[in-house]
């Protein structure tokens, strides 16, 4: 086996990691990916790249993350169900392991109704909770989902999402630690708005001991406008936006909105750090990842491990 | 049953266009129960193909008929002496009626009037909803009778995924979570860890993905 990646090694030193989210461009210019790439270098451990998120097509995560592994970045894949059967997945993950990519993160996908392609056929042939096992058995036990033996096993950091805030929230923490138990070594939740919805879901996690076998990374995203938090409440599937960070927001003059929006998350951050079993958080901020240095020195983050 | 729609009229009225007699076929099972394609929706229609013909000054003849099944052998034999006198026959049967009335009568041309859309339940009068797609191998002993690969937008077997919200699939707020639903009953029989399971990747090859079914019974053939 090669050696580790950057989030793995931040992580099992112990130290909080930082991660960030990177869209890639809605077109075939890598110099989009090397601009947002070179912001965030430095400032984070390890870059995700979405995976045609909420079904828009945009360049490949796994191109886009070849381009972050030349820039010196350890890259987070992001593999959706939607698009693929078991056949195009497992092939990207030998692939993916080939180009020396080292972590793969494991979702369902949005639905293509969110898209641009709403005419398009979806595949969903395994879930997210299938990818992790199909994955894990690949490396570790040297076996496709046929039963057939993998020649050369991918060296995969394996991680999922979950929604704290989605429904029914009591199955929410039983349903990471059947992602742990299905092959999760990380996992990177859903936006936190709602802290304190959060530290519950946490309490449940910490209760069943799924801290200890998953690394929990906090989904944070900088909110710049009252608006930008209106739509996500309004508009994005699983997203609590509570009315108290809207008023707060909406209270702010408009030019401080981005300011304000920084202090929150910052605040968030801070609130995360005392939170045990949060081991580092996951910056999203859609549109706008210039600001996510500025965040990191601002909660103290600054310079990385 | 199985659930269609009929096609919008001015579709119908194109595809159409080329033929002067027309016969408008009926189906008395599922399509009549779905009030889209029975005795009752033959009439309306094909008056309402005369009186467009009429209004635009074509000279047509428009015939009406319907059968018991059109996806039966045995019941497309009565159309034997007739079917070969029309231009075209607008079937309004579901798709399988729509084939196989053309396989059994291949110089007649067979047009469809309905989009077939799904097998479900009549929920109420007027409402219809989509239960089974066929995957040819049931799991719903494992998910308290509630199909994950028909109701869960994303056909997941681990669900639910991390758009549903109270209640309500992500696609939208009228569509039920499957696995809300599933969740509950687990809850109110206290079957939670079977929750708990991982449940494997499922082998499609018994549903559309393997190809076209089909289904012999030796012991009932003559
Ligand atoms: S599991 Fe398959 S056979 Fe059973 S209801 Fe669902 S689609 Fe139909
Ligand atoms: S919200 Fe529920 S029904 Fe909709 S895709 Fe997710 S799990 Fe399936």
Known sequence: MTAQGNLKRVLQSGAFAVTAECGPPRGADPDMIRIKAKILKGYVDSVNVTDNQTAVVRMSSFASCVILKDMGIDPVMQMVCRDRNRIAIQSDVLGASALGIKNILCLSGDHQRFGDHKGAKNVFDIDSLQLIQCIRDMRDEGRFLSGEEVKGRPDIFIGCVENPFADPFEIRAMRLAKKAAAGAQFCQTQCIFNIEKFERWMEMVRGLGVHEKVSIIAGITPLKSVGMANYMKRNVPGMDVPDKLIDRLRGTPKEKAPEEGISICVETIDRLKGIKGVCGIHIMAIGWEEIIPEIVKSAGLYPRP | ?222
């Not at chain 2, 729609?5 to 119908?12: A, S």
């Not at chain 2, 797609?133 to 719903?140: A, D, H, R, Y």
Request: hydrophobic share 35%; glycine share 10%; net charge neutral.
């Open chain 2, 1 to 222: 049953m199985i659930i269609a729609d009929r096609k919008p009229f001015d579709e119908i009225m194109s595809m159409l266009a080329p033929y002067r007699d027309i016969l408008v076929l009926g189906c008395n099972e599922c399509v009549t129960v779905c009030a889209v394609g029975g005795a009752k929706e033959v009439a309306i229609l094909a008056s309402q193909i005369r009186l467009r013909r009429t209004k635009d000054r074509i000279s047509s003849e428009v015939h009406e008929k319907t059968i018991e099944r059109q996806c039966d052998i045995e019941y497309l034999e009565e159309l034997k002496d007739t079917i070969g006198g029309y231009d075209a026959v607008l079937s309004l049967a579901c798709g399988c009626g729509v084939q196989f009335l053309g396989e059994r009568y291949t110089d007649v041309l067979v047009l469809p009037g309905v989009n077939t859309t799904f097998m479900g339940v009549t929920e109420r009068h007027g409402l219809w909803t989509e239960r089974c797609q066929g995957c040819g191998n049931c799991v719903l002993h494992r998910t308290m009778g509630i199909c994950p690969v028909t109701r869960c937008a994303k056909s997941i077997f681990n669900g639910p995924c991390g758009g549903s919200s109270e209640g309500r699939c992500e696609i939208d707020k009228d569509t039920p979570c499957a696995w809300h639903l599933i969740i509950e009953r687990y809850k109110k029989k206290g079957m939670m860890d079977m929750y708990m399971e991982i449940v494997s990747p499922k082998d499609w090859s018994t549903a559309r993905d393997g190809g076209p079914r089909k289904r012999q019974r030796e012991d009932m053939e003559i």
